[in-house]
């Protein structure tokens, strides 16, 4: 983090170009924010696009930095730093729905339930088709719908 914070104090009259994987993307405006007050001499040009994107933009010298789902993107010339020890998923339900009055509940509840999902390359759905078999359930799940962006 130290040698972000010097690259960012560094930059004099300059622009930070930053790709953020659609699944972050609503919550940047506070940091985004933030980064303006401690460097008000450097113009924040953000792009919001999937994790794939993020990365071949920053190997493409297209952007200075990327905040991606964390993957093992299999290229030795990216350099990954954890920002965080993880984002966590939630589930949101009707409160009449059946599975909302479940004191706890497990992956195994969900699966009559068709999941939305990003594209085959979302890093995001990865994660969780990658979940689900790992609990031995992922040829259960249907897939009902696939879509381009978190709206």
């Known amino acids: 983090m130290v040698n972000a914070e010097r690259f960012a104090e560094n930059l004099k009259e300059a622009s930070l170009r930053v790709g953020i994987a659609l699944t972050f993307s609503s919550s940047f405006s506070s940091t985004a924010a933030r980064f303006r007050e401690l ?3 450097v ?4 792009e919001h696009a999937p994790s794939f ?17 964390s993957r093992d993107y299999a290229n030795p ?15 949101v339900a009707s409160p009449s729905s059946p599975i909302a009055q479940k004191e706890k509940i497990e992956l195994a509840d969900l699966r009559d339930y068709p999941l939305i999902l990003g594209p085959e390359t979302s890093a995001t759905r990865q994660v969780i088709l ?9 040829a259960s799940y ?3 719908v696939e879509v381009d962006n978190i709206e």
């Open 39 to 41: 460097y008000p001499h």
């Open 142 to 144: 249907l897939i009902a």
């Open 53 to 69: 994107k993020v990365i071949e933009d920053v190997l493409n010298y297209q952007l200075d930095l990327g905040i991606v789902v």
């Open 77 to 91: 010339e990216i350099r990954c730093i954890a920002i965080s020890e993880g984002e966590k998923m939630v589930l």
């Open 43 to 46: 113009k924040l040009i953000v």
């Open 130 to 138: 990658e979940k689900l078999d790992f609990e031995g359930l992922a």
